[in-house]
């Protein structure tokens, strides 16, 4: 058969056509994705046949994107909150690629990540009452074999700071319920400076408590960022003045968002 394996390739409209078909059966897949995208599995079965000329298809492609992770913490191992830490590099095109991201319960995140193979990971702010790190990380996003994923490196699973001599910690745990008093999941905190800078967040777990480990001393503000989902955000501010080595609690409660009919 002619036309058994033939290949096209999309134009730049995205457009591709076979033309002078049989009358049989066909199948029709995506071999190549385009630069930066997955490739899309679908087997797209038709047949032609007298009176059906033309048949009109749609391959859709999800971007290329990877997760980048790490751990944060200080040299004992315990989690690390804050810090500001900035990825950059060139992606597959060579477009500069710059992003930011915070330590959020001992865990760095860079999210959508597009495929380079050359980043590099700095600390740019440290996390209050520690040195900066001078290690940089690097890290790289690929195709995974069949291009259907994509695979991230990392050089290092874990980056730690220094404490500053004669700076002391505490800690801040707060307990998020609705009216209830039933423990909420997925309320996001930011602990900042007395000044307005934000130096940490945490997130509610399962048993409705986000932490802050590893607070220096000094004088803070708690605020609700985002809601658990289905409530409204509570906009009361907490005034922390940490000393030494407090263990403070806190609760706050959330409101669920009126039904609205429908």
């Keep these: 058969d002619p036309i058994a394996g033939k290949e096209v390739t999309t134009d730049a409209s995205g457009n591709a056509s076979f033309d002078q078909l049989l009358y049989k059966t066909y199948y029709l897949k995506e071999t190549e994705p385009p630069a930066g995208y997955l490739l899309n599995t679908t087997l797209q079965k038709f047949r032609l046949k007298t009176g059906a ?122 307990t998020k319920t609705d009216e209830s008093g039933q423990k909420l999941q997925g309320a996001v905190f930011t602990l900042y400076t007395a000044n307005g800078q934000p130096v940490a967040t945490a997130v509610s777990n399962a048993s409705g408590v986000a932490s802050f480990n590893q607070v220096a001393v000094g004088e803070y503000i708690l605020k609700e960022t985002s809601a658990p989902e289905g409530y409204e955000l509570n906009p009361q501010s907490i005034n922390i003045s940490m000393n030494d080595t407090y263990h403070l609690h806190f609760t706050m409660v959330n409101k669920q968002k009126p039904v609205v009919p429908v």
């Design 53 to 174: 000329s033309t048949f009109n298809y749609t391959f859709e492609n999800e971007k290329a994107l990877g997760t980048i992770s790490f751990t944060k913490t200080d040299l004992s191992g315990t989690p690390l909150n804050g810090g500001e830490f900035t990825l950059t590099g060139n992606d597959y095109a060579g477009n500069p690629v710059s992003m930011t991201a915070q330590s959020v319960s001992g865990t760095v995140t860079f999210y959508n990540v597009p495929l380079g193979s050359n980043y590099t990971i700095k600390e740019t702010k440290a996390p209050a009452g520690y040195y900066k790190s001078s290690t940089e990380l690097q890290a790289s996003v690929a195709y995974n074999t069949d291009k259907t994923a994509v695979t991230t490196v990392i050089s290092a699973a874990t980056l730690q700071n220094t404490p500053i001599p004669g700076v002391s910690f505490g800690s801040v745990e707060i």
